[in-house]
């Protein structure tokens, strides 16, 4: 310190005096002594919610610059082009397919279009989807285990085929192949028409399928080392949900019926 004040004098700056010495209790904050254990025990709930919304949440959110594709489509319904709406009110092709497209027009002069907006899916419907309806039905189900992700994969694609399927000629034979369930427009709907057939064949009650008990669960409950999956969330709050009361089948050609209890 003696040495940078004697260069500051001959700099002609004031010398530099040190601040006196200063006294500080320490003390022990954590009074219960649990609030590390019990923070640290939030954290690594935080990231089995993370870890648990990757697993469930089949179809990512779409990335923003994807978010609002159109697709253009000719009335002849040979071709089809994407493109992305821009504020400006004009689309964006991108270099490949605005090349098809100007080449198409070229080739069809005058020809009517159509468009057809791609909306985003909302995740938030796609998250209640996976984590009340699919286990749901999955515990309905005899032989199978709500717990396991693969029973409730084959729930998921069972009721893809069931409620948003088509039918086409393979080989000869008329077979139901699933659609997509990818997007808003084809998302909404199908989460109606299976509530529709839960509603009229189980009859569960209605906190089992209540979005906003399911998202106070996930976001209060589940982090905090509650219950890691919504079914036996309403089993513990004391939700009376009755598994021997249906006939139990897997696949089900047919919606099965409830039994009279």
Known sequence: MAKKNLNRERKGQAAFEPAPYQVFEARFLDEEAHALDRDFT???????????????DTFRKTPPSRARTTTIISTT???EFEC????????????????????FLKEHPGIRLKIT????????????????IVPLIAFY?????????????????WLKEEFNGEMVQIGGKIRVVAKSTKGRAALNPFV??????????????AETL???????????????GGPDN?????????????????VKSFPLPKPTPALKC
């Not at 992305?84 to 080449?103: E, H, I, S, V």
């Open 84 to 103: 992305r709406g821009t504020p400006l009110g004009t689309l964006d092709f991108g270099p490949y397919n605005r090349a098809k497209f100007m080449q």
């Open 42 to 56: 939030a954290f690594l709930n935080a990231k089995a919610l993370y870890e648990w919304t990757k697993s469930t």
């Open 117 to 132: 907006p791609e909306l985003p899916e909302s995740g938030r419907l796609r998250r209640y989807f996976e984590g009340t």
């Open 210 to 224: 209540d979005p906003e008990r399911f998202k106070t669960w996930r976001d209060t409950i589940f982090p905090f």
């Open 192 to 205: 109606e028409r299976v509530l529709d057939w839960m509603h009229e064949n189980y009859a569960p009650p």
């Open 141 to 157: 189900q005899d032989g199978m285990d709500y717990h396991s992700s693969e029973d409730r994969r084959t729930i998921r694609e």
């Open 77 to 79: 319904g040979s071709m």
């Open 230 to 246: 919504f079914i036996d969330y309403n089993i513990a709050t004391g939700i009376s949900i009755h598994r021997e009361c249906f």
